[in-house]
């Protein structure tokens, strides 16, 4: 490790002697209230090393650690939810090779195909947080993820609503765990500057599937066989899934302190750098006091609100997008080419969101921006007749709305980073992911092919849900303030600075700049000495799976 007097981002600063770690937080539980796992890894590295439990990390030693993190996990995320945006929208390229014809679909029956998926993904969200907190991770998404595609691939013998349905609903049930599963993972293992760009790479992966999923797509729509072309979509995605679940199993480690791909000293540099993130890392130890505060506080519905009002426009899109192009007067292989640029926009968005995101320090005004430009497009369906001599400016207003992906991982990160404790992280994810579910199913359900070619219904609620939005994000931001202002009263009351300086947004040169005009300040008298410690000293009661509401070194950001 960097020595004391060495440049250094102090990502964490060095300590006195190590609690012992089988002591309790605050905050009673029903399961005795262990503390992080964490905590345990750095007592006793601790108590065998006879140095104090906290170290100095340096910049370097940080860039390296996080290089074999991106190395080891990122690639694994990206290549599972992937194949989960492939897997969803199976449906909607199979419905442009004839599924609903030979399938005998009729009404709404189209449309509760691509609901029942989110209802089966509501209906688990409240096991999948007690299972979260209790079973190693890895190893239980990687069982969802062979299951999902078991599910996926036995929809090629449905040749009836019913068996579709049954197959979706299946689909919906093991598919739910991944975005919590990542959600927590990403938590795991970035600090949280870090982590607003590693969700939106994970997320994107959604847009890359809009444009290579339609190029695969459009290869095995002409391939000749006995099987229907959306067979065979639905059995070569589903093998791959079920290949890709093995890889994961072997590679994917339960948490830092568990990476055989990390040394010892590596775990602690790891561990370190998730500090100033005052999140806590996992417990496997079920807290009902941590349940409790995430259905009484305020912040959760804020979470609930946003992305309720994000995933009714995401689900009815998602599942009538290829369907809005072919109104515009294109056949099956020209509407699946024409969703390309759908998945490319989707991409510069999410990403390109997420680095003005973490430039600016906050997610609120991006997350308001980004739905300007859905605006503008569902206005554009909604005046625009279909005309062939309109196909342009119809397309256009379509892949205007292809911006709104960006939204949802900023929502995911936005409330991942305001939330602390184990059990209270996964219920808020539970919370969040009940919204993005219920909106989920109410999306498809607000287009109809009666309503083709405008889809007005759907259109004009995706327009309303927007703006909504925008509200949403004023009022999120206030309440985060306010508790902010709580904090630094706490603090005070308890004989504290009011002040904290939150180094986790911060980037290793903003830090060390810092530290050198603070310590600037100290050596010509403008600043106490001292001040510098009691500023940077937060962080001691980072592992002990304390709530971001208990914990009142915890700073919200916006």
Not at 434 to 454: C, D, F, K
Request: glycine fraction near 8%; include cysteine.
């Amino acid at each position: 490790m960097g020595a004391e007097g060495a440049s250094a981002e102090q990502i964490e600063h060095s300590s006195g002697p190590p609690p012992d770690a089988s002591e309790q937080p605050s905050g009673g539980s029903s399961g005795g209230g262990g503390r992080d796992i964490v905590a345990s890894f750095l007592a006793k590295q601790a108590k065998e090393g006879g140095g104090g439990q906290r170290i100095v990390v340096t910049p370097a030693e940080s860039a390296r650690v996080l290089r074999r993190i991106d190395a080891v996990i990122l690639p694994i995320m990206l290549a599972v939810y992937f194949l989960q945006g492939l897997d969803k929208a199976t449906l909607a390229y199979a419905s442009v090779f004839g599924l609903l014809d030979d399938t005998g679909l009729v009404g709404d029956q189209y449309s509760w195909l691509g609901s029942i998926v989110y209802l089966a993904q509501l209906v688990m969200q409240p096991p999948l947080a007690w299972l979260l907190v209790r079973l190693p991770i890895a190893k239980f998404t990687s069982v969802m993820v062979l299951l999902w595609g078991v599910s996926l691939a036995c929809m090629a013998a449905a040749d009836s609503f019913g068996g579709l349905i049954a197959t979706r609903f299946f689909l919906g049930v093991f598919e739910a765990s991944v975005a919590p599963s990542f959600v927590a993972i990403t938590q795991m293992w970035w600090r949280r500057r870090e982590q607003t760009i590693r969700t939106s790479y994970w997320y994107a992966m959604n847009g890359i599937t809009n444009m290579f999923g339609s190029l695969i797509t459009y290869g095995l729509g002409h391939i000749s066989s006995k099987l229907h072309s959306y067979q065979i979509i639905f059995i070569f995605f589903g093998v791959i899934t079920v290949a890709f679940s093995f890889v994961m199993l072997a590679f994917m480690p339960d948490s830092p302190v568990e990476a055989k791909f990390l040394s010892d000293e590596d775990k602690l540099i790891a561990v370190e750098r998730l500090r100033m993130n005052q999140m806590g890392v996992i417990s496997r130890e079920w807290r009902n006091d941590h349940l409790k505060e995430t259905l009484l506080d305020p912040k959760s519905w804020f979470w609930f609100a946003l992305l309720f009002s994000i995933s009714i426009p995401s689900g009815g899109v998602s599942t009538f997008g290829p369907l809005i192009v072919k109104t515009f007067g294109f056949d099956e292989f020209q509407t699946i080419l024409f969703n390309i640029p759908f998945g490319f926009v989707q991409l510069v968005a999410t990403i390109g969101g997420a680095f003005v995101a973490q430039k600016i320090k906050m997610k609120g005004p991006v997350i308001a921006a980004l739905c300007l430009p859905p605006i503008a497009g569902c206005i554009m369906l909604m005046v625009l007749p279909r005309d062939a001599s309109e196909r342009a400016p119809l397309l256009v207003g379509y892949y205007l709305i292809s911006v709104y992906p960006g939204i949802s991982p900023l929502i995911y990160s936005w409330a991942s980073q305001n939330t602390a404790g184990d059990t209270k992280r996964k219920c808020t994810n539970a919370v969040l992911f009940i919204g993005q579910s219920t909106g989920n199913v109410i999306g498809p359900l607000l287009y109809t092919q009666v309503e083709a070619p405008s889809y007005s219904r759907g259109l004009r609620s995706n327009l309303a849900l927007y703006i909504a939005i925008i509200i949403l994000v004023g009022a999120t931001t206030v309440y985060l303030r306010v508790l902010n202002r709580n904090h630094a009263k706490r603090r005070v009351a308890m004989g504290k600075s009011a002040v904290i300086v939150d180094t986790s947004l911060d980037s290793p040169e903003e830090v060390e700049a810092a530290a050198a005009q603070n310590a600037k300040g100290v050596e010509e008298g403008d600043v106490p000495a001292g001040s510098n410690e009691e500023l940077e000293r937060p962080g001691d009661r980072a592992f002990e799976n304390l709530t971001d509401l208990q914990n009142e070194e915890f700073v919200f950001i916006y």
